[in-house]
């Protein structure tokens, strides 16, 4: 496959962190505007941001966003921050994306929730309007914080369902908090009828994933664990549960350590539905190009094999139907 077509060839994008996705220039751009001050050098700041090479763990992997973060506390840095990833998206023909953020990481300044989103909505409604790029956003509810608190998120996916949330996820530190630590609050979830995808077998057990299965997701962030249980494929088959993987990103937090263990063929041989994904632009330093190429040197993938996998994630994607007609018969059209 030649790059310069597998980045005009229209794509999909379904795992998309927008703390973790914002071009250094436009980071820098954002911090001078509040007098927060970051390295004027962009390779030393790119050093800050970016995860190395040898990334120890998932803790030092997350380790990067905490420099994102003391920037991303108003309105404007929100907005701008949005419009970026969306800029980004439309560089390399995505049709569709869907950005995650978890709202209680933007309050260190004062910011009430619903400010917080209806920001980060008219960054991607301005990024819409300017690319074409249509979007949604997912609100993620981080597992460390207390449950009453990740329930105002959920109550905030539902105020924000006609607005451009489309659902709703658990982030953040999966070992410590498995997905029955919060039947409850996803209860409530499914109760209001949101749409669910949850982190889940990033690291840790294959049983996370089946766990957030029978909690209500219809879709797995990551879910790479699952490997190693086979037993629970045929639930993730029954259930047509979508895997969002995101490869750079599992070999820098250390998921896998060697290609050979890596599910990509494992799954899809076994009718488990994947789909490919950024995680964090920035942090991983990668694109949806990058990540379609690396399938291919690492499996020989096709282009028709990328447009099955965007395929997936359009059936997988959080939208009304006919809005997923439109996108399948672009995808068709564009192959």
């Given at each position: 496959?030649?790059r310069?077509l597998v980045?005009?060839?229209p794509?999909?994008?379904l795992?998309?962190h927008?703390?973790?996705?914002?071009?250094?220039?436009?980071?820098?751009?954002?911090?001078?505007?509040?007098?927060i001050?970051?390295p004027?050098?962009n390779?030393q700041l790119?050093?800050?941001l970016?995860?190395?090479?040898?990334?120890q763990?998932?803790?030092?992997?997350l380790q990067r966003?905490?420099l994102?973060?003391t920037?991303?506390?108003?309105?404007e840095?929100?907005?701008?921050?949005?419009f970026?990833?969306?800029?980004q998206?439309?560089?390399e023909n995505?049709?569709?994306i869907?950005?995650?953020?978890?709202p209680?990481l933007?309050?260190?300044k004062?910011?009430s929730?619903?400010k917080?989103?209806?920001?980060?909505?008219?960054?991607?409604?301005?990024g819409?309007?300017?690319?074409?790029?249509?979007s949604n956003a997912?609100?993620?509810?981080?597992?460390?914080?207390?449950?009453?608190?990740?329930?105002?998120?959920?109550?905030?996916?539902e105020e924000?369902?006609?607005?451009?949330?489309?659902?709703f996820?658990?982030?953040g530190?999966?070992?410590d908090?498995p997905?029955?630590?919060?039947?409850?609050?996803?209860?409530?979830?499914n109760?209001l009828?949101?749409?669910?995808?949850?982190?889940?077998?990033?690291?840790?057990?294959?049983?996370?994933?089946?766990?957030?299965v029978h909690?209500?997701?219809?879709?797995?962030?990551?879910?790479?664990?699952?490997?190693?249980?086979p037993?629970?494929?045929?639930?993730l088959?029954?259930?047509?549960?979508?895997?969002?993987?995101?490869p750079t990103?599992?070999?820098?937090?250390?998921?896998v350590?060697?290609?050979a263990?890596?599910?990509?063929r494992?799954?899809?041989?076994?009718g488990?539905?994947?789909?490919?994904?950024?995680?964090n632009?920035?942090?991983?330093?990668?694109?949806?190009?990058?990540?379609?190429?690396?399938?291919?040197?690492?499996y020989?993938?096709?282009?028709a094999?990328?447009?099955?996998?965007?395929?997936n994630?359009?059936?997988?994607a959080f939208?009304?139907?006919?809005?997923k007609q439109?996108?399948?018969?672009?995808?068709?059209s564009?192959?």
């Amino acid at each position: 496959m030649k790059r310069e077509l597998v980045k005009s060839l229209p794509k999909i994008e379904l795992h998309c962190h927008l703390d973790g996705s914002i071009r250094p220039e436009t980071l820098q751009e954002i911090a001078e505007k509040q007098g927060i001050s970051l390295p004027a050098d962009n390779d030393q700041l790119k050093e800050q941001l970016i995860a190395p090479k040898d990334c120890q763990s998932l803790a030092d992997y997350l380790q990067r966003f905490d420099l994102v973060l003391t920037c991303l506390q108003t309105e404007e840095a929100l907005k701008a921050a949005a419009f970026d990833v969306i800029s980004q998206a439309s560089e390399e023909n995505i049709h569709y994306i869907e950005v995650r953020f978890a709202p209680s990481l933007h309050t260190e300044k004062g910011l009430s929730l619903p400010k917080i989103v209806s920001a980060v909505l008219a960054g991607l409604e301005q990024g819409q309007q300017e690319f074409g790029v249509k979007s949604n956003a997912l609100l993620c509810g981080m597992r460390h914080e207390e449950l009453n608190e990740i329930e105002k998120i959920v109550h905030l996916a539902e105020e924000f369902k006609k607005s451009g949330i489309v659902g709703f996820d658990l982030a953040g530190n999966e070992l410590d908090f498995p997905p029955y630590t919060f039947e409850e609050t996803l209860g409530l979830v499914n109760q209001l009828n949101i749409p669910l995808t949850l982190h889940a077998g990033e690291c840790g057990c294959g049983k996370n994933v089946a766990d957030a299965v029978h909690l209500g997701a219809k879709r797995i962030g990551h879910g790479i664990a699952l490997k190693d249980t086979p037993e629970y494929f045929s639930l993730l088959q029954e259930k047509d549960t979508l895997i969002e993987m995101c490869p750079t990103s599992n070999f820098q937090t250390k998921t896998v350590t060697h290609l050979a263990d890596y599910p990509f063929r494992l799954f899809l041989d076994n009718g488990i539905n994947i789909c490919i994904n950024t995680d964090n632009r920035t942090v991983s330093d990668t694109t949806l190009t990058d990540e379609f190429m690396k399938l291919h040197e690492w499996y020989g993938i096709t282009y028709a094999d990328m447009e099955q996998l965007n395929h997936n994630a359009v059936n997988g994607a959080f939208i009304s139907e006919s809005e997923k007609q439109i996108l399948h018969e672009r995808l068709t059209s564009g192959y």
